[in-house]
């Protein structure tokens, strides 16, 4: 008898209660169902506080900005001309097929007027904060950030200028990321000031453009693409968004061309991409081998590993004495 009971000790973070019983239903999930288990002693300690700020201590030690040299993270900026073309579905949506790929991924909410981050991900609630350093919550596999999770819903946010880029460098270095393989950052519509303090402040991001199949759009999504090429950022490529539709077709195939790099996907307009983003269960997680999420899933593969060219950037070169350039 005694084997088919499974004993599971967990320390936790927080000693509040909600999030102690949010944690017991996650792991009473997860463990019930395994063959042979019959009973569950769930033992919840929370952490002592020298337990937590040695934890604190040890990420602070490893912790760094996404795609800092010598990070692996592989980073891409998803914009788009103008609102409303499927940006976040997408982003949301190419996360999650690849966290199925066993990736470790992470979405950067940047469209910080617009956020959608928490709704498309059906998570509403603040990060945990360990000694200043924030923990990203994850859902369907993937680690998220987004302004949305410190403001309400109805409370508009305001920040301009010098305090937009404060608050998307807190959200880059005040949040622990553990160095993803892929970070996504959902950016606002345009070529305005978030793109641009994201481009200073993620060198090694690559653009992937999200355009909708008509040729209106594609022109104004060829503004940003320019911007990116004009600093030197790479191309990721295009998704082409709601195909089959009444936008016409063959814009992503256009823009594509126009600004010499690839379509990577078409993404067909379907009730049910647009349902799995007002249900908080984005369609790649809730049907993953259906058509739509497959050309998704398809479309995340193709992503091209992209390096930002070296030129133009400070590398950490020394000089050790007069006339002698360090060389190991
Ligand atoms: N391929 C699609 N098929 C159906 N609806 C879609 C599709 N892509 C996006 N949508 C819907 O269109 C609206 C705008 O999408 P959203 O991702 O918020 O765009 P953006 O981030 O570019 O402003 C949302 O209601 C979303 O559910
Ligand atoms: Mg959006």
Same mark, same amino acid.
């Given at each position: 008898m005694y084997r088919h009971r499974a004993t599971v000790r967990v320390w936790v973070l927080l000693s509040e209660r909600t999030y102690q019983e949010r944690l017991r239903d996650v792991i009473e999930v997860a463990v019930? /169902?395994? /063959?042979? #288990?019959?009973a569950l002693d769930l033992e919840l300690t929370p952490l002592t506080d020298a337990a937590r700020a040695n934890l604190a201590r040890r990420l602070r030690e490893s912790? %760094?900005?996404? %795609?800092?040299? %010598?990070?692996?993270t592989r980073i891409y900026a998803v914009g788009s001309g103008k609102g409303g073309v499927g940006k976040s579905t997408v982003t949301a949506n190419l996360a999650v097929a690849l966290a199925r790929t066993g990736q470790k991924v992470a979405v950067l909410d940047a469209d910080v007027w617009g956020y959608s981050v928490p709704q498309l991900f059906g998570l509403h609630e603040a990060p945990v904060a360990l000694q200043g350093l924030m923990l990203p919550p994850a859902a369907h596999g993937v680690s998220l950030m987004s302004i949305g999770f410190f403001v309400? /819903?109805?409370? /508009? #946010? $305001?920040w301009r200028g010098p305090m937009l880029q404060k608050a998307l460098e807190q959200l880059l270095d005040d949040v622990y990321w553990g160095d993803p393989d892929v970070l996504l950052v959902d950016l606002p519509p345009g070529t305005g000031d978030v793109p641009l303090s994201v481009l200073q402040l993620l060198p090694d991001a690559a653009l992937l453009l999200v355009t909708t199949p008509q040729a209106a759009a594609t022109t104004v999504a060829a503004r940003i693409g320019r911007m990116a090429l004009d600093s030197r950022m790479p191309l990721a490529g295009v998704v082409e968004n709601?195909?089959?539709? $009444?936008? %016409?077709?063959g814009g992503g195939a256009e823009l594509a061309k126009t600004l010499g790099t690839t379509l990577l996907g078409q993404i067909p307009l379907d009730e049910d991409l647009r349902r799995g983003g007002d249900d908080g269960i984005p369609l790649v997680a809730a049907d993953p081998i259906g058509t739509t999420a497959s050309v998704l899933t398809a479309t995340a593969a193709a992503l091209p590993q992209t390096r930002r060219s070296l030129a133009g950037r400070s590398l950490p070169l020394f000089v050790t004495s007069q006339g002698t350039t360090a060389d190991a």
């Open positions: 019930r /169902p395994l /063959p042979g #288990v019959r912790h %760094g900005r996404p %795609g800092a040299l %010598g990070s692996r309400s /819903p109805d409370e /508009p #946010v $305001v709601m195909t089959g539709s $009444v936008f %016409g077709s």
